[in-house]
């Protein structure tokens, strides 16, 4: 069983910046593919970024170049470095690992407004 909760969301004007953090705990942090996902109002869930246990990553189109995904395997946590932050980034944020089985945290709202 994993467990996974997310925090660092919050209200920002556009061109701002904001980190997410995850912090897992409960099963062996390295061997999981660890991912951010959005879910705006209305829409479906999309994903943003994925960190492989080796370190490889993958965005989004919408966000490469402003959004940087990392991981500290020391720490059990993976981050999410949001930069230039548009009001179309609005939307709740989860925290997904994968590794057999997919968990998720419960979310962290991130509003991007003037």
């Known amino acids: 069983q994993v467990q996974l909760a997310e925090s660092g969301g919050g209200s920002v004007q556009p061109g701002g910046s904001l980190t997410l953090s995850c912090a897992s705990s409960g099963s062996i942090f390295s061997w999981y593919t660890m991912g951010w996902y959005r879910q705006a109002p209305g829409k479906q869930r999309e994903v943003v970024a994925i960190i492989t246990g080796g370190g490889t990553t993958n965005y989004a189109d919408s966000v490469k170049g402003r959004f940087t995904i990392s991981r500290d395997n020391a720490k059990n946590t993976v981050y999410l470095q949001m930069n230039n932050l548009k009001p179309e980034d609005t939307a709740v944020y989860y925290c997904?690992?994968?590794?057999?089985?997919?968990?998720w945290g419960q979310g962290t709202q991130v509003t991007v407004s003037s």
């Open positions: 997904n690992a994968f590794f057999s089985k997919s968990y």
